[in-house]
């Protein structure tokens, strides 16, 4: 993947803020002139959903800025801070719901301009589950997590917005407003759970957190690659720094193996888990003479 920002990805993000800003607008309008508990959830995620879209922008830039004199492996974790914190503000606006929904659960305010509101908040989920989709799909072509928590965070919205729909219809219905605040609650709860997973998502990643199913397709290429060349490895190690994998091990060759065809071999598998990998990706191999093979490298341990 080339270090500079795609234009898939700037045209996602641009549009995704574009369309948060609006929406909230139409959502804050919607809970002024319905009173609905529900809806002001909606408006409520959405004021989150701005502030995190207006970071992720910024970190999304910074992710591809190419590495310089203080920053040698660039500055793409970054995004697992952007994520973090996109998720931090979904968690935010969770219990700022649940704490409005108790609170009109024992409230004797009436819903308005039901139809109104309906409207407005179905157009808005509908608009948000096309851009979630959307910024999924070129987080995961990206290999992004800024893109791909944002994503999530729209899809989050949408679940807002069905629970809205769910709870005007039902009072509707049924003319009993306690459906309102039951309703937030459940999006509340949801929410929640989103942004702890985006949290904990994204402490993973800045603590290098490694992937087990690369690490076995990792084992299971070298594994194969070396029985070929009747060679060894061991101290493989791997992380994602958020748009780069970093991958390293030592290749254990004969003694009396040539340098240069030792150096062949090694790039032979450097270029298998990169081309297995995809997108940006580092390889780093030492190469050991099996007689040297355990001799103790502390500094090499994990």
């Not at 704490?99 to 819903?111: L, M, Q, R």
């Not at 109104?116 to 948000?128: F, K, S, W």
């Amino acid at each position: 993947m080339s270090a500079t920002l795609s234009e898939d990805q700037s045209r996602v993000m641009t549009l995704s803020l574009v369309v948060a800003i609006i929406l909230l607008v139409a959502k804050v309008a919607a809970a002024a002139i319905t009173g609905s508990s529900a809806i002001y959830s909606d408006a409520a995620e959405s004021v989150t959903h701005v502030l995190a879209v207006a970071f992720a922008s910024w970190a999304l830039r910074l992710a591809h800025k190419p590495s310089d004199d203080t920053h040698h492996f660039g500055h793409d974790k970054v995004a697992f801070i952007s994520s973090g914190f996109e998720g931090a503000m979904i968690s935010a606006a969770a219990l700022l719901i649940l704490y409005d929904a108790a609170n009109k659960a024992f409230a004797s305010e009436a819903v308005h301009s039901m139809a109104i509101g309906m409207i407005l908040t179905g157009a808005a989920a509908g608009v948000n589950l096309v851009l979630g989709l959307s910024l999924l799909r070129v987080g995961k072509k990206r290999n992004s997590p800024v893109l791909r928590a944002n994503g999530e965070h729209v899809l989050a919205d949408v679940w807002t917005s069905v629970a809205v729909l769910a709870a005007l219809a039902l009072v509707q219905f049924t003319g009993w407003r306690g459906w309102d605040p039951i309703c937030a609650a459940l999006a509340g709860g949801k929410l929640l759970w989103t942004g702890w997973r985006l949290m904990r998502e994204s402490f993973g990643g800045l603590m290098d957190e490694a992937d087990l199913t690369v690490e076995k397709e990792l084992r299971d290429l070298l594994d194969t690659g070396c029985a070929t060349h009747h060679l060894s490895y061991h101290n493989l190690r791997h992380r994602h720094s958020g748009r780069t994998h970093w991958v390293e091990f030592h290749l254990v060759f004969p003694d009396e193996t040539d340098l240069h065809h030792a150096h062949e071999i090694a790039t032979e598998l450097e270029g298998q888990v990169a081309t297995l990998l995809g997108q940006d990706v580092r390889v780093i191999t030492h190469l050991e003479p099996r007689s040297a093979e355990h001799q103790e490298e502390r500094w090499e341990l994990r």
